[in-house]
C-alpha cells in the first residue's frame, strides 16, 4: 500500500463520519435549482479538455438523461457528488479521477455550492498554488488537495475558514513557512502537511486547541518547538519526523493523556527525552531514532503496555537497557541500533512475546546472548552485530520458527551451528561474518525454506568441512560469502548453477581439485567471483568466457596452470581480472584487449612468457597494469598515451629490453607507483617521466640504465618513495631528488657516477660511491653512539624528564615550544621509534603531502597510526589543535601527538580497512559494496562534516575532503582525517579569505577559481565528489570523461539526456543487481550529490541538511502502513 494511500485510511473514518450525518436523498423532497448543476459544470468547463473527457462520460450523461428518477436533480448522480436531502451538494470526492491543470482555473468555482461540506480533489495532477478562495469556502469543513503537484505558500487562512475541521494538503510541493493562522483555527481536528518542502518554525498554538491530528512529516521545518504545543491536550497522532528542528524537547507531554503515537525521528533533538513521555499511558508507537538525544535510556521507557513499536536508533544514548523493558508486551519492533549502549542484553527482553524484529546492532554490549531470547518465537529479524558478545548462541535461538533474518556478526561468538537451523522455512539471511564459530554448516540448509535463503555470510570464522549443496535450492541464492574459513573439498555442481547467484566470495580456505564440473555450462547470473587463496589446480576453466556478467574474477592465490584462456576476451563488461600467484604459463593473450571494461588486470607472480600486448596497455578504462614476476621478455610497447586513466604499472621481475617507453610520460594521472625494476631495461631515464606530478612511488632498480637523471624529474612533486639502484646512472640528481636521496640513501647505490651531494658543489667522478658509503656509515656510527648514550641516560632520568614534559605540554602553548609531547602515560617518544624500527619502510601504510603514516604494534591488539610532519613545510599545530578540540565518532581519534623541532608526530587510533580511496579503487578483488555499506560511509562522513561545522564553537572547515582523507575502521565506518589544511573559522573570520586556492584536484570548489573566500561549503562541494565516487566507483579526475572534463560535469551532462536505464549504467555495476528499492535509493543518493555539487555555493545545502536527507533516504523503506495503522 503507498504511503499516501495510507494515510486517507486514516482519515478515512472522520469522512465517513461527517457523510453519515448527511441524511439520504429522499424522493419526496422538492427538487434544488439547477445553479448547483451549472456550478458544477463551470467548475468541469475550466478544466483541460483530457480531464473534461475523463469527466464527461458520467456528467455528461446524467445531466441529458435528467440524472436519476429521484427529483433531487442530475447533478446528485453526478460521479463523485453526494447531495444532501434537500438536493444540496454535500460533498464532491473526485480522489483519484486523473484530473489536471492549475489548480486556481477551475476550484474555486466549487465554493459557490452553498452546502459543500466536504471536498476531495485528491490523487490528482493540479498544479499551482492554493487558491486563496478555496480556503475561504465558508461551508467547507472537510478539504483534501493531498497528492497533486500544487506549489507555493500556503495561503494564510480567512474569517471564513472558521469551520475547517480537516486539511489534507500531503505530498505536494508547498514552501514557505506554515502561516500562524493555520494553527490557530478553532474548530481544526486534522492539519496534514507532511511529504512538502516547508521552512520555518513550527507555528505557535492557542490556548484552546482543538487539534487531534498533527502531521509535519517530510518536510525542511527548522528552530525549536513552541512549548504552546502543549496547549493541544486532544492529541491522538503528533508527527514531526523528518525536518530540522533542534533543542530539546519541551516536557509538555503531560497535558496530552490520549497520544497514541509520537514520532520524532530525524531532526535534530539533543538533550534527553522529556520524562513526561513516560505519563503517556496511551501511547502506541514513539519514534525518537535518528536525532542527538543522550543520557540512559529512561526506566519509564517500560510503562508503555501499548507500545507496538520503539525505535531509539542512531543517538547517542549511553549505559545499559533497562530491564524494565520487558514490561513492553505488545511490543513488536524494538530498535536501539548506532548508540553506545553498554552492559549486556536484558534477560527480560525474553518476555516481550510480540516482538517481531530486535535490532541492537552496533553498540557495545558485552557478555552472552540470554537464553530468555529464545522465548520470542514470533521473530523475524534478529540483529546484534557490531558489539562485544561472547559465549555459544543458545541452542532454541537457531530453530525460531518465523526467523527471516539472523544477523550476529563481528562479535565474539562461539560454538557450531545446529542441524536444527535447516528446519527455519522462512530464512533468508544468516549473517554470522567474523566470529569464532567453528564446526561444520549443515548439510541440509536451505533445502527447506519456502521462499530460498537470499544471502548467506559467515566469513572470517574457523567453519571447515563442505558447502552445503542445497543452499540455491529455493532459486533466489544471490549472496554467498564464506570466504577466510577453512572449509575443504570441492564446490558443488548446484552452487555453480545458481543463476540468481551474482556475488561469491569463497576465498581464503581450503578448496581443492579443479574447479568447475565437467558439465557446466553458460552461466548469466554470476557477476563477482573470488575464489583466491585455495588449492585448486588444473587449467582455468574456458567456459568462464561465456559468463557474460562477470565484472570481477579473481582465482589468484592457487595452483592453476597451463595458459590463461583466450575465451576470457569475450568478456565485454569484465572489470577485474586477478590471476595472479599461480603457475601460468604461455603467452598473455592479445584476446584480453577485447575487455573494453577492464580497469584492474593483475597477473603477477606466475610463469607467463612472450612481449606485453600492445592491445592491453591500449585499453582505455585500465587503472591497474600488474604483470611483475613473470618471465615476459622484449620492449615494453610505447602505446601508453592512450592509457589515460593507469593509476598503477608494475612490470618488475622479467625480463623486458630496450629503453623505457617515452609514452609513459602520457600517464598524467598515473599515482600509485610505476615499477619497471629488476629487468634488463637500458638506455637514459627519459625526461617526459617529470610529467607524472601525481605518482607517489617510482622504481627503475636493477636495470642497466645509464646516463644522468634527466633535471625535469625534480617536477615529480608527489615522489616520496625512489629507488634507482643498481643501474649505470651518472651526473648529478635532480635538486628536487635530494631530500629523497637523505631520507633514503638505499634508493640510490650501485649507481658509482652517480653525485648524491646535498650542496651544489660539484662532485668528483670518482668518489661519489665513496661519498655515500662513508656518509651511511658515519649516520649509522653516530646513531649507535647516541642511542647508547641516550640509554644509560634515560635510566637516570626517566622519571623526571617524563613529568616535565608532561607538566611542559599542559602549562604552554604548543605553537611556542620546540620539544614537547602530550602521549598516553606508558608511552614516550622512544617506544615509538622502536615500534617503528626508526621509521622503516615495512611499517609505512600511507603516504600524503603532509607526511607519511606508520602502522605501530605497542602490545598484541594495541595498535596505534603515527603521522610523521615535517614542520619546516607544515603548520603542524593547527592540525593538532583541531584533533584535540574534536570528538565524534566519524572523526579519527588523536591519542597523542610530540613536537621535536622541525618535526612533529600525531598518534591516533588505526584504521584497518584503510582509505575510502582505497575501498573503491585499490583492492584487488574490489570490494563488494551493498547499499547499507554504502549508505553507511555516506552517512557517517556527512555527520562528521557537519559536527564540524555546525556543532564546534568556533566552526572549523576542513578544506581537503576527499575520499583518501576518510578512513575504514573494522566495520566499514567512515572516519575523516588529515586536518592538515583545516581552518578554525571564529566570527570574525566570516567574511575572511585564504591566499591561496587549496584542496586536491578534482574535489576543489568551482568558487575558488575566481575567489577564496573561506567558507564551509567547499566542503560541501567536495563532499559531493565522494558521493559521486562513491556511487560511481570512479576517480573524480578521469581521462574518459574528457579533457578538462571531472566526475561532476560528466555525470551532469550524462544526466541530461538519460533516462533511469542509462543513469544506472553510470553508476558502479554492482548496484545494477542490487533490489529495486535500492537501486531507487541509490538514485536519490545521486540527486544528493547533484545538489551539494552545484556552482553557486549558495545554492549548495549545509552538512546538517545533507545528513537529514541521507536519514530520509534510508528511512523510506519503511512504510506507512506500518507507520501510521491504527
Not at 990 to 1018: F, M, Q
Amino acid at each position: 500500500m503507498s504511503g499516501v494511500s495510507s494515510l486517507t485510511l486514516l482519515i478515512l473514518p472522520l469522512l465517513v463520519l461527517a457523510a453519515i450525518t448527511i441524511p439520504p436523498t429522499n424522493s419526496a423532497t422538492p427538487p434544488a435549482s439547477n445553479t448547483s448543476s451549472d456550478i458544477l459544470l463551470s467548475f468541469l468547463a475550466a478544466l483541460p479538455p483530457a480531464s473534461q473527457r475523463l469527466l464527461l462520460p458520467s456528467w455528461n450523461a446524467s445531466a441529458s438523461n435528467g440524472g436519476n428518477s429521484s427529483a433531487a436533480g442530475p447533478h446528485c448522480a453526478f460521479l463523485g457528488v453526494t447531495c444532501s436531502a434537500a438536493g444540496e451538494v454535500a460533498a464532491l470526492n473526485l480522489s483519484g479521477a486523473g484530473l489536471s491543470g492549475e489548480l486556481a482555473a477551475s476550484a474555486p468555482r466549487l465554493c459557490a455550492l452553498p452546502a459543500l461540506a466536504t471536498l476531495d480533489l485528491s490523487f490528482n495532477g493540479f498544479t499551482g498554488a492554493v487558491p486563496a478562495a478555496l480556503a475561504a469556502c465558508s461551508a467547507v469543513d472537510t478539504l483534501v488537495l493531498a497528492s497533486n503537484a500544487l506549489s507555493g505558500e500556503i495561503p494564510a487562512p480567512s474569517a471564513g475558514s472558521s469551520a475547517l475541521q480537516y486539511l489534507d494538503l500531503r505530498n505536494n510541493s508547498l514552501s514557505g513557512a506554515i502561516p500562524p493562522g493555520l494553527a490557530a483555527l478553532p474548530e481544526l481536528l486534522l492539519l496534514d502537511l507532511s511529504t512538502n518542502k516547508l521552512t520555518g518554525p513550527v507555528p505557535d498554538f492557542p490556548e484552546h486547541c482543538a487539534l487531534q491530528i498533527l502531521n509535519v512529516d517530510w518536510n525542511q521545518i527548522a528552530g525549536e518547538l513552541p512549548r504552546s504545543l502543549g496547549n493541544c491536550g486532544n492529541l491522538t497522532n503528533l508527527y514531526l519526523s523528518n525536518n530540522k528542528i533542534s533543542g530539546p524537547v519541551p516536557d509538555f507531554f503531560a497535558s496530552m493523556p490520549g497520544l497514541q503515537k509520537l514520532f520524532l525521528s530525524n531532526n535534530s533533538f539533543t538533550g534527553e527525552l522529556p520524562v513526561s513521555i513516560g505519563e503517556l499511558a496511551n501511547l502506541e508507537k514513539l519514534m525518537v531514532s535518528d536525532n542527538r538525544f543522550t543520557g540512559p535510556v529512561p526506566e519509564w521507557i517500560g510503562k508503555f503496555q501499548s507500545l507496538t513499536m520503539l525505535w531509539m536508533h542512531g543517538n547517542r544514548f549511553t549505559g545499559s537497557i533497562p530491564a524494565a523493558i520487558g514490561n513492553l508486551v505488545n511490543l513488536q519492533w524494538f530498535t536501539i541500533k548506532d548508540n553506545s549502549i553498554t552492559g549486556t542484553i536484558p534477560p527480560e527482553l525474553g518476555k516481550c512475546q510480540e516482538l517481531t524484529r530486535l535490532e541492537l546492532h552496533n553498540n557495545s554490549l558485552s557478555g552472552v546472548i540470554p537464553p530468555e531470547i529464545t522465548q520470542l518465537t514470533k521473530l523475524q529479524v534478529l540483529s546484534l552485530f557490531g558489539n562485544k558478545l561472547h559465549g555459544h548462541v543458545p541452542a532454541a535461538l537457531w530453530q525460531l520458527p518465523y526467523m527471516e533474518e539472523l544477523a550476529l556478526a563481528y562479535n565474539n561468538l562461539t560454538g557450531e551451528v545446529p542441524a536444527e537451523i535447516t528446519l527455519v522455512r522462512n530464512l533468508r539471511e544468516l549473517i554470522l561474518a567474523y566470529n569464532n564459530f567453528t564446526g561444520e554448516i549443515p548439510q541440509k540448509l536451505g533445502l527447506n525454506t519456502t521462499q530460498g535463503i537470499q544471502r548467506v555470510d559467515l566469513t572470517g570464522n574457523h567453519f571447515h568441512g563442505a558447502i552445503p549443496p542445497g543452499l540455491c535450492s529455493g532459486g533466489r541464492l544471490a549472496v554467498l560469502d564464506i570466504g577466510h574459513n577453512q572449509f575443504t573439498g570441492v564446490i558443488p555442481s548446484e552452487i555453480f548453477k545458481c543463476q540468481s547467484l551474482w556475488r561469491v566470495r569463497l576465498g581464503n580456505n581450503l578448496f581443492s581439485g579443479s574447479l568447475l564440473p565437467s558439465d557446466l555450462g553458460t552461466n548469466t547470473g554470476w557477476s563477482f567471483v573470488e575464489l583466491s587463496g585455495n588449492l585448486f589446480e588444473g587449467r582455468i576453466p574456458s567456459v568462464f568466457g561465456s559468463w557474460r556478467n562477470l565484472t570481477v574474477l579473481d582465482l589468484s592465490s592457487n595452483k592453476f596452470s597451463g595458459p590463461i584462456p583466450h575465451e576470457l576476451g569475450a568478456l565485454s563488461i569484465l572489470g577485474n581480472l586477478n590471476l595472479s600467484s599461480n603457475m601460468l604459463s604461455g603467452p598473455i593473450p592479445h584476446e584480453l584487449g577485447n575487455c573494453k571494461s577492464l580497469f584492474s588486470l593483475d597477473l603477477q607472480h606466475n610463469l607467463l612468457n612472450g612481449s606485453i600486448p600492445p592491445e592491453i596497455i591500449t585499453l582505455a578504462s585500465l587503472q591497474n597494469l600488474l604483470l611483475s614476476g613473470n618471465k615476459l621478455t622484449g620492449k615494453i610497447p610505447d602505446v601508453f598515451a592512450g592509457t589515460q586513466r593507469l593509476l598503477e604499472l608494475q612490470l618488475g621481475g622479467n625480463s623486458l629490453e630496450g629503453p623505457i617507453p617515452e609514452s609513459l610520460g602520457k600517464l598524467q594521472f598515473i599515482s600509485k607507483i610505476l615499477n619497471i625494476s629488476n629487468n634488463r631495461l637500458s638506455n637514459k631515464i627519459p625526461s617526459s617521466l617529470g610529467n607524472l606530478q601525481m605518482l607517489e612511488m617510482l622504481d627503475l632498480s636493477k636495470n642497466s640504465l645509464s646516463g644522468p637523471i634527466p633535471s625535469q624529474l625534480s617536477s615529480m612533486v608527489a615522489l616520496t618513495f625512489v629507488n634507482v639502484s643498481f643501474n649505470e646512472l651518472s651526473g648529478q640528481l635532480p635538486a628536487g631528488w635530494v631530500k629523497l636521496a637523505e631520507r633514503s640513501p638505499e634508493g640510490f647505490l650501485g649507481n658509482p657516477k652517480l653525485c648524491i651531494q646535498s650542496d651544489n658543489a660539484p662532485c668528483s667522478r670518482d668518489k661519489s660511491a665513496e661519498h655515500i658509503r662513508k656518509n651511511t656509515k658515519i649516520i649509522v656510527a653516530l646513531l649507535v653512539s647516541a642511542l647508547a648514550i641516550m640509554a644509560a641516560g634515560l635510566f637516570v632520568v626517566h622519571y623526571m624528564v617524563k613529568r616535565s614534559r608532561r607538566l611542559l605540554a599542559k602549562h604552554d602553548s604548543v605553537r611556542g615550544l620546540d620539544t614537547t609531547e602530550e602521549l598516553p602515560e606508558d608511552l614516550t617518544y622512544d617506544d615509538i621509534l622502536r615500534a617503528t624500527d626508526n621509521w622503516s619502510e615495512k611499517y609505512v601504510i600511507g603516504r600524503g603531502r603532509h607526511g607519511t603514516v606508520y602502522r605501530t604494534e605497542f602490545a598484541p591488539g594495541r595498535q596505534w597510526a603515527v603521522k610523521t610532519v615535517d614542520l619546516s613545510q607544515f603548520k603542524f599545530p593547527v592540525e593538532m589543535k583541531i584533533l584535540n578540540m574534536v570528538k565524534h565518532r566519524n572523526i579519527v581519534k588523536m591519542e597523542g601527538y610530540c613536537i621535536r623541532g622541525n618535526f612533529g608526530i600525531i598518534l591516533s587510533e588505526y584504521m584497518p580497512q584503510g582509505t575510502l580511496f582505497e575501498l573503491l579503487h585499490g583492492r584487488k578483488p574490489q570490494v563488494a559494496l551493498d547499499w547499507n555499506v554504502r549508505h553507511q560511509i555516506a552517512l557517517g562522513t556527512a555527520q562528521g562534516l557537519s559536527y564540524l561545522h555546525h556543532d564546534c564553537v568556533p566552526m572549523i572547515v576542513h578544506r581537503d575532503v576527499k575520499s583518501s582523507n576518510i578512513l575504514m575502521d573494522a566495520d566499514l565506518v567512515p572516519k575523516i582525517t588529515d586536518f592538515g589544511m583545516g581552518k578554525i573559522v571564529d566570527d570574525d573570520d566570516a567574511d575572511a579569505t585564504v591566499s591561496v586556492v587549496v584542496g586536491t584536484l578534482g574535489y576543489i570548489a568551482p568558487e575558488h577559481g575566481y575567489n577564496t573566500r573561506l567558507t564551509e561549503k567547499s566542503d560541501v562541494y567536495s563532499y559531493g565528489v565522494v558521493l559521486l565516487e562513491l556511487l560511481c566507483r570512479k576517480m573524480p579526475v578521469d581521462p574518459a570523461f574528457g579533457d578538462g572534463v571531472d566526475i561532476v560535469a560528466w555525470m551532469t551532462s550524462k544526466l541530461k539526456s538519460a533516462d533511469h536505464c542509462s543513469v544506472m549504467n553510470c553508476l558502479d555495476e554492482e548496484i545494477m543487481y542490487w533490489p529495486g528499492d535500492e537501486q531507487v535509493k541509490a538514485l536519490d543518493m545521486l540527486d544528493l550529490a547533484l545538489s551539494c555539487t552545484q556552482v553557486a555555493f549558495q545554492s549548495r545545502p549545509s552538512m546538517r541538511e545533507v545528513v537529514s536527507t541521507l536519514m530520509r533516504i534510508e528511512d523510506e523503506y519503511i512504510t506507512n502502513e506500518e507507520m501510521f495503522s491504527v
